[in-house]
């Protein structure tokens, strides 16, 4: 493997460490719908802020989410909605093993 190849396969492995987590699934799921305040998923989330501002850093960091400033709240968004194209990838391969699986013991 050369060395331009090693590095376009480490950032998609980062961004796809940044998905790795249930939290961070669900806030993808929540801001694909709108955008939402750090208090707002919080509460969703139902953790403490400090918690849901690090799931959030971890996602703005690998390019997946961005943050507006409206007055004293910062609101999170989808930068890139393509991920769900992902997502709905990944619930292919969890139909298909299941009917492998399924399929085992019938």
Do not use: W
């Amino acid at each position: 493997m050369d060395i331009k190849k090693k590095a376009q396969l480490e950032a998609h492995a980062k961004i796809i460490k940044a998905l790795a987590h249930p939290t961070r699934l669900f806030m993808v799921e929540e801001l694909s719908k709108q955008e939402r305040c750090v208090f707002e998923l919080t509460q969703m989330v139902g953790a403490d802020m400090s918690t849901v501002s690090k799931h959030l850093s971890v996602l703005k960091q690998a390019g997946i989410v961005k943050d507006d400033k409206h007055g004293t709240q910062i609101f999170y968004k989808l930068k890139v909605p393509c991920i769900l194209k992902f997502m709905s990838c990944v619930e292919d391969v969890l139909k298909i093993n299941a009917k492998d699986h399924l399929a085992l013991i019938l």
